[in-house]
């Protein structure tokens, strides 16, 4: 079992930035693919970014130029740095990760085994 425990999130400004970290535990060993899925009210939890065990990378587009997700393998923490913010951003943030996922299957959330509590980013001016 891993468990993950989340941070970072806040109330910040639009086009500021933030930094999500991931912090797994727990018995298993190994290197960890690492996502990150956020949920806003009323709608479905959609993919934001995941990295793969590999170190392969894969972003949502809305994602793609603002966010980087990147991961410490020593301390097994994965982040997620988003940059220029904007009010669409807001959100709770979940992070995710798995021992088995393939590259293909990271933008589903029924793929990913393990699942943190969740950090709230509100954007507003």
């Known amino acids: 079992q891993v468990q993950l425990v989340e941070s970072g999130g806040g109330v910040v400004q639009p086009g500021d930035s933030l930094r999500l970290s991931c912090a797994a535990s727990?018995?298993?060993?190994?290197?960890?693919?690492f996502g990150w899925f956020r949920q806003a009210p009323g709608k479905e939890r959609e993919f934001v970014a995941a990295?793969?065990?590999?170190?392969?990378?894969r972003y949502a587009d809305s994602a793609k130029g603002r966010f980087t997700i990147s991961r410490d393998n020593a301390k097994r923490i994965g982040y997620l740095q988003m940059n220029s913010l904007k009010p669409e951003d807001t959100a709770a943030y979940y992070c995710?990760?798995?021992?088995?996922?393939?590259?293909?299957?990271?933008?589903?959330?029924?793929?990913?085994?393990?699942w943190g509590q969740g950090t709230q980013v509100t954007v507003s001016s």
């Open positions: 990295i793969t065990m590999s170190g392969s990378t």
């Open positions: 995710a990760a798995d021992q088995r996922i393939i590259y293909s299957s990271t933008s589903s959330a029924a793929q990913w085994d393990y």
């Open positions: 727990g018995s298993t060993s190994g290197r960890l693919a």
